[in-house]
Nanobody, 122 residues
Framework: VQLQASGGGLVQAGGFLRLSCAVS????????MGWFRQTPGKEREFVAA???????SYYDSVKGRFTISRTGSKNTITLQMNSLKPEDTAVYYC?????????????????WGQGTLVTVSS
């Protein structure tokens, strides 16, 4: 199983970016999928996730600004990030799981994509 993430970049505060992540390999079942982010010296932080049954969860600081959704293939997700703030600057990681019961915990995910850098300038 491989995850391919894309869509990071540089944007001014108040702007928007859209991240995408696709699972390839064993795709016969629906994965729980999520986004996490990390800045230097800090632990990986939950951002948003959608379970295999389409239950959605968001980190409090992104509620109302970020939207996670499945698009096209059942194992492709996007993260629409609006009203971006400098504190959203981080490397964003896509993750997938066939077994996770707690979609907002990084330890529950078996598969991880490469990070994509999001930089929000003030």
């Amino acid at each position: 199983v491989q995850l391919q993430a894309s869509g990071g970049g540089l944007v001014q505060a108040g702007g928007f970016l859209r991240l995408s992540c696709a699972v390839s390999g064993r795709t016969f079942s629906t994965y729980s999928m999520g986004w996490f982010r990390q800045t230097p010296g800090k632990e990986r932080e939950f951002v948003a996730a959608v379970s295999w049954s389409d239950v959605i969860s968001y980190y409090d600081s992104v509620k109302g600004r970020f939207t996670i959704s499945r698009t096209g293939s059942k194992n492709t997700i996007t993260l629409q990030m609006n009203s971006l703030k400098p504190e959203d600057t981080a490397v964003y990681y896509c993750a997938a799981s066939q077994t996770s019961l707690d979609i907002d915990e990084a330890v529950g995910y078996e598969y991880w994509g490469q990070g994509t850098l999001v930089t929000v300038s003030s």
